[in-house]
């Protein structure tokens, strides 16, 4: 086996399938065309392996013997599922004889990884494991929200579509997990993937502008229409393609985009634990997935907002949209989950208790002030607002100048910054990469607080500026 790792005769260090458990097992042989080695077990057992679940010796430790001989890898073995690359040649005897020579990786393991192996958790597969605690708490997100975040609906079974868009989609994925669909390939092939999302963007953006240059006036875009291809087709030309009843734009925004970024960010907490040999993921990356879920499920639920911000009843549906939608926040926003799966980030428990309740008081902050005034803006005299002090404008529409909208201007800004640095915190301070979010997000910001004041200067004149004289603080400071 000449251009092969490990060679014919040597002993090194083999994965149980299924398990994070490595023995000593000698080279049998190489198939190059399945990339598969034949080892055997000291107890005669012969299993077909990937390059990847064979280790050196180098780097382990032996278990005690008094541990090793209480929970028998055979047993281990009969509870686990093995993954469908692994073919079991034969095994008259089973492994439990080789008990003494069941080996842990020394390193990265985590006194948590040690806690967990001695609990009844371990036997089940790690896929079992992962799945079953991402049900569980995207059930809980579910069905779960109180009222106060979702304003808009007084009765949680009429939960709007994307609800239930995503409720399916999460049904699909642990069946799909379930049936030995492997999610890592996510990880392992995630370039591709953003480069064929990438690919889609591109030819639904050159679809969107052949066919609105067929288009009635009234359904264009007021930006969009410079007569410079490159703009136009950038910007996009009409503001809400249909097929039918199907409105393209709002399918991207709220469906692929963030259904995508949910998937796969439960797809890396999978490669995590196949790449970190653990059986559930770490604390790091729990809390980044179940941070961003709560962010989409909460976007979702408030669906209907999105009728009223610029990207819908503005911009018209070009390539800047589409890449966004399709490209932009599936494959960078799940940077941190990425970035987990090769750079385990141990976390104390202080600090997972102060990145909890950041996260949590951001998403208060966000979800209370957005919905102050979005319930100000569909009912400006609604009695449960009435305490609330405004100023007229000129436009017959009023400002708030109490609550949320009183104590500092965009609060809604202070809360979504809050989250997005929880998002990053569980990845440490190794890397720019889990901190991109970050840094794009507060560039976005600072563009779209600058754009609005502008625009609200121009609606709302004097009365825009006896606002900002009265509420003086702004989360986002005057860059330009
Ligand atoms: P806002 O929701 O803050 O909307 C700004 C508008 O609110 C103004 O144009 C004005 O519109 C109205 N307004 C401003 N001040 C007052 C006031 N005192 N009283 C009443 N109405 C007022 O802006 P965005 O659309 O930028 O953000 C919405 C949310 O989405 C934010 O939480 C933001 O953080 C988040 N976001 C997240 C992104 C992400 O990628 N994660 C990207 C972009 C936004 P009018 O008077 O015409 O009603």
Known sequence: MPSVKYQRGEMVMGRWPGSS???????????????????????????????????????????????????????????SRS???????????????????????????????????????????????????????????????????CPSVSDPLCAPPGFFAIAVSAVAVVAAVHQGVDLTYIHSHFLQLATASLLISVLLSIYLYVRSRYAAPEQLALGGNSGNVVYDFFKGHELNPRIKDFDLKFFCEMRPGLIGWCLINFAMALAEMKEQSLNAPSYSMILVNLFQLLYVLDGLWNEEAILTTMDLMHDGFGFMLAFGDLVWVPFTYTLQAYYLVSHPNLLSLPALAAIVTLKLV????????????????????????????????????????????GVVRHPNYLGDLMMALAWSLPCGFSHLLPWHYMIYFIILLVHRDSRDMSECRRKYGSAWDEYCRTVRYRIIPRVY
């Open 362 to 405: 951001g998403f208060y902050i966000f979800r209370k002030s957005n919905s102050e005034k979005n319930a100000f803006r569909r009912n400006p005299s609604d009695p449960k607002l009435s305490h609330l002090k405004t100023i007229p404008t000129a436009t017959g529409k009023s400002l708030l100048v109490s609550g949320w909208w």
């Open 83 to 149: 993954p469908a690359r692994t073919t079991r040649r034969s095994s008259s005897r089973t492994a439990a004889a080789v008990a003494t020579a069941a080996i842990t990786e020394s390193a990265p393991t985590s006194r948590r990884d040690a806690k967990l192996k001695d609990t009844p958790e371990v036997r089940l597969s790690p896929l079992v494991s992962a799945t079953a605690a991402f049900t569980v708490s995207a059930l809980l997100f579910a069905f779960c929200l109180p009222h106060s975040v």
């Open 21 to 79: 458990l490595y023995y000593e097992v000698k080279v049998l042989r190489y198939d190059a065309s399945s990339q598969l080695y034949t080892v055997i077990y000291k107890d005669g057992t012969e299993l077909e392996l990937k390059e990847q679940d064979i280790k050196n010796a180098a780097g382990f430790q032996t278990r005690s013997r008094s541990r090793s001989r209480s929970r028998s890898p055979g047993r281990r073995r009969s509870r």
